[in-house]
């Protein structure tokens, strides 16, 4: 994917946006991967997908192309953070841990998540099937609330603002107040 | 309006103003009419009424004067999110959805939703009456927690961070992680 | 702890964080102490902390040198908010109400918070005792949710946004979308 030569204005389009990826990441607790050469790459590959399908379709995953089915492979994708967790980086291996930015440590390989979970990152509790986990989704509203979380998540709460987050972990980085991650609390 | 002559200052100062909701609006997924000089009369009346009141009464309706009672037409109204989602402009026509900040549709007439709701947004769901409304939300705090909202407003996941958020609807983008509306689930 | 000429080095890097710590909380509807060199005498505590201990460690307070065991005093500490609630300053003026820090009025003392409470800013619902909190926050994920909130805190809902906190009170400013605080309801 080398388009240095091929295409200056790709290459500084692709810098761009690892300037501001990267900006919006560190603000956010999220380190973007020390090779900038193949940072560069994977923009390529976003700003390709975003001519190609109108959206940021996931440089590294085989594309639908009708956003609807695509949704959770557009970047950043919704097992970003659970591999980060769990992997110390994203299947790209474009979003990696602190160590790994820091080239304290290298990024491992990343197995697929998608399609092999009920959930996204499902917490193992007595939790819904995946059937009744699309209906709660999709399905009426009630207000009779006996179970606080339809996805099965727990709420973490930042101790220090108040910010309240439904994830697996709670994240590296307050996004409101910067506390770091172990400042929040189980919620519910 | 027009006192572009007749108060330079109070001119400059509304450009300043504009600037600055233009820049914190997109930033947060809101978009200002494309008409500037239209916008620049409506800046003009927020910081009259500012002067007037201490506050930004909505410049296209009668203000109290108290601040306690005009708390849902301070700027950005308590309206805007479900007129932006209904009519795709708010009642004064400052925020518009992204169609018409491009110039591709016309903001049309915002019948006035102030005092004609039940509640704000409110979902069509077995929701309590007016009265019980106001009582929950200044009735005393119980840890029963049989019902998650007391406001009936369903609750918001943003699949990529977390954020939560309640609201008739998700909001355009995550003020987060900048995600957009169709990367929401249903929460509770 | 004047070292403006022991160290201009710590005196710069001082000036910075007070630059940084000043937009933040700006921001967010923090204020900082108007005395600006009571304020940088605390940054220069601040960062002797950090190389001291690796964490921003309250410069007012003895630490334990154990992350674990000071979390609850790294600056912005648990306390800040319920202490500017209640006294207008926190535990060390570094953090004062908007009044003060205009000058129109003086921090007054601020007795310790930490170690009194039975939890930090707990509100007198009937709640779960101290040992039953800790079990909690601790003890395994359950989906049965008969109670919103694990650690007795209320809700906060936005109407302008529908920005989600839980927090003794409501913030100051929304740190979303910049409300005020009296456009904040109960949620939960």
Not at 50 to 65: K, T
Not at 102 to 126: A, H, W
Request: proline residues 9%.
């Amino acid at each position: 994917m080398s388009s240095l030569e091929a295409c200056p204005e790709l290459r500084r389009r692709a810098q761009a946006l690892y300037e501001r990826l990267k900006r919006e990441g560190e603000a956010a607790g999220y380190y973007l991967n020390p090779d900038v050469e193949f940072v560069l790459d994977l923009m390529e590959g976003l700003l390709a997908n975003e001519e190609r399908y109108g959206y940021w379709s996931c440089p590294c995953r085989l594309a639908d192309g009708i956003r609807e089915k695509d949704l959770d492979i557009i970047c950043p994708c919704d097992y970003r953070d659970p591999d980060l967790d769990e992997y110390g980086a994203c299947y790209c291996a474009l979003y990696v841990s602190e160590e790994i930015a820091r080239g304290e440590k290298e990024p491992q390989p990343v197995p697929e998540r998608r399609g092999t979970d009920v959930g996204v990152g499902l917490v193992p509790t007595p939790g819904p099937s995946a059937a009744e986990h699309e209906e709660e989704l999709v399905g009426p509203s009630t207000s009779s609330g006996h179970r606080f979380t339809r996805s099965g998540l727990p709420v973490w709460r930042c101790k220090v603002c108040g910010y309240l987050c439904a994830r697996p972990q709670p994240p590296l980085k307050c996004p409101i107040c910067k506390a770091d991650r172990d400042r929040f609390e189980r919620f519910a």
